[in-house]
Nanobody
Framework: QLQPVESGGGLVQTGGSLTLSCTTSRRTFERYAVGWFRQPPGKGREFVAAISRSFGVTEYGDSFKGRFTISRDNAKNTVFLRMDNLKSEDTAVYYC???????????????????WGQGTQVTVSS
């Protein structure tokens, strides 16, 4: 059973930056595509970014292109989400999710992911 664990959330001012991490103890994490999703207060879960298991193929939700960057270090079993120029509307719980896939595959829908972390809170204050 793969159990992703998010970290790196916290309180940041508008315009600031944060880097979230998603990791697992399983060495087979490199065989999984990983997605980041978020859930703002009172709203549904939305797609932020995804990365394939190999070759670094990425996809972003429209609201995050140019501000957020997803990357991975398979040697460290970790996927990162760098968030720049944060806005108050970025306040949410951020989740990472993993899906066993082929090399360049990734997914953007919540119901296509098999394993989910518990989430990390990001609060952006003005």
């Amino acid at each position: 059973q793969l159990q992703p664990v998010e970290s790196g959330g916290g309180l940041v001012q508008t315009g600031g930056s944060l880097t979230l991490s998603c990791t697992t103890s399983r060495r087979t994490f490199e065989r999984y595509a990983v997605g980041w999703f978020r859930q703002p207060p009172g709203k549904g879960r939305e797609f932020v970014a995804a990365i394939s298991r190999s070759f670094g193929v990425t996809e972003y939700g429209d609201s995050f292109k140019g501000r957020f960057t997803i990357s991975r270090d398979n040697a460290k079993n970790t996927v990162f989400l760098r968030m720049d120029n944060l806005k108050s509307e970025d306040t949410a719980v951020y989740y990472c999710a993993a899906k066993y896939t082929i090399m360049t595959d990734y997914r953007i829908k919540t119901d296509e992911y098999e394993y989910w972390g518990q989430g990390t809170q990001v609060t952006v204050s003005s």
